[in-house]
């Protein structure tokens, strides 16, 4: 089995081949890990939810607290891609730490990513000062990568890799770090009480699971998810 420092690398190789600028992830400092989730691989398709909903989703952890509006949504095949824009909002305290500035300082802010497979997931922020001469100048970028691999019908293997160009000294990556442990030990209690309410309600989950327009990513992706599995079952039995 790979390890997930390969994993990492080969996760930044598809990321160069994506819309994340090339110029971003030339070595950034980085942080990777890998754990068990004891949670279906048909669930992968909530990260695409739990990227969207940061405004309610690890409020308390990374004090995203101004992603409360439905992200812009396009889907090309089975490609799902979000964006999300914030105008001179105040930063939360992780990104102010790492950018070196006040937290609540306003700064410009977009968010974008994509449900790539069944298999990955990427997302990235850039941040941009209002105040600087350059009004299109990028001050730091975030990216980061999901990767999962199924074990069976309940648990999967699941990657991950995240990496920044600023705030990288050895104290604020080691901030970095435990915060980011912090936020996936959320996500992996959310997705395995998810999984344990599925497995003991034998319904069609549309019959009881309510989305509305800000799940549009997340939706969006569990159907991708859904055909690629159509695909793989038809071609078995054929």
Not at 12 to 29: D, E, G
Not at 45 to 57: D, N
Not at 112 to 121: D, E, I, K, M, Y
Not at 159 to 165: A, E, K, S
Request: aromatic share 10%; charged share 20%; proline share 8%.
């Amino acid at each position: 089995m790979c390890s997930a420092v390969t994993v990492a690398l080969l996760l930044m190789r598809v990321a160069r081949a994506s819309r994340f600028p090339p110029c971003a992830l030339q070595s950034p400092p980085s942080k990777s890990d890998r754990f068990l989730w004891s949670s279906g691989h048909r669930l992968f398709g909530f990260i695409s939810a739990i990227l969207t909903h940061f405004g309610y989703v690890h409020a308390s952890t990374f004090k995203i607290t101004d992603w409360v509006d439905p992200p812009k949504v396009a889907v090309e095949g089975d490609k799902v891609t979000f964006s999300q824009s914030f105008v001179e909002s105040p930063l939360p305290p992780p990104f102010a730490a790492a950018l070196g500035v006040a937290p609540g300082t306003p700064f410009n802010r977009e968010n974008h990513g994509s449900f790539v497979s069944p298999a990955l997931q990427v997302a990235a922020v850039d941040f941009i000062d209002p105040r600087a001469a350059d009004k299109q100048a990028i001050a730091g970028r975030f990216r980061i990568a999901h990767a999962t691999t199924p074990i069976n019908g309940t648990s999967m293997l699941y990657y991950y890799t995240l990496g920044r160009d600023h705030g990288t000294s050895p104290q604020l990556m080691q901030g970095f770090e435990t915060l980011s442990k912090i936020g996936f030990d959320e996500d992996k209690r959310i997705l395995e009480a998810i999984q344990a309410a599925r497995l003991k309600d034998p319904r069609d989950p549309a019959e009881w699971e309510v989305s509305v327009k800000s799940d549009a990513a997340g939706v969006q992706a569990r159907r991708a998810l859904a055909r690629w599995m159509e695909r793989e079952t038809d071609g078995a039995a054929a």
